[in-house]
């Protein structure tokens, strides 16, 4: 069994940066394969970051290709999203997610997740 607590989220503008955090508590973290997703308001959640056990090859979405890093701490089964160049279309719930399939980016194939945290950009 595991439980996800996502954290970092908050209120920031334009071009601005944020990082949330993702805490495991369980032992299935250091055998899984990590994931961010995001909800925005009348959206379906969609995939956003992977990142595979051994924090090798991380895969993205297109959307935040390029102004996002996914990253983990096994050590303190903690994940990571830094959110650089944010834009209001970045404005969502962020959910961390564990599952052991490599580079998924379903949400069936994770079956563990956080609870949520708000980003919200403004312009």
């Known amino acids: 069994q595991v439980q996800l607590v996502d954290s970092g989220g908050g209120v920031v503008q334009a071009g601005g940066s944020l990082r949330l955090t993702c805490t495991a508590h369980g032992q299935y973290f250091a055998s899984a394969a990590m994931a961010w997703f995001r909800q925005a308001p009348g959206k379906e959640r969609e995939f956003v970051a992977g990142i595979s056990r051994s924090s090798g090859d991380p895969w993205y979405s297109e959307a935040v290709k390029g102004r996002f890093t996914i990253s983990r701490n096994n050590a303190i089964m903690s994940a990571y999203l830094q959110m650089n160049r944010l834009e209001p279309e970045d404005t969502a719930i962020y959910y961390c997610?564990?599952?052991?399939?490599?580079?998924?980016?379903?949400?069936?194939?994770?079956?563990?997740w956080g609870q949520g945290t708000q980003v919200t950009v403004s312009s």
């Open positions: 997610a564990a599952g052991r399939q490599f580079r998924a980016i379903t949400e069936a194939a994770y079956n563990h």
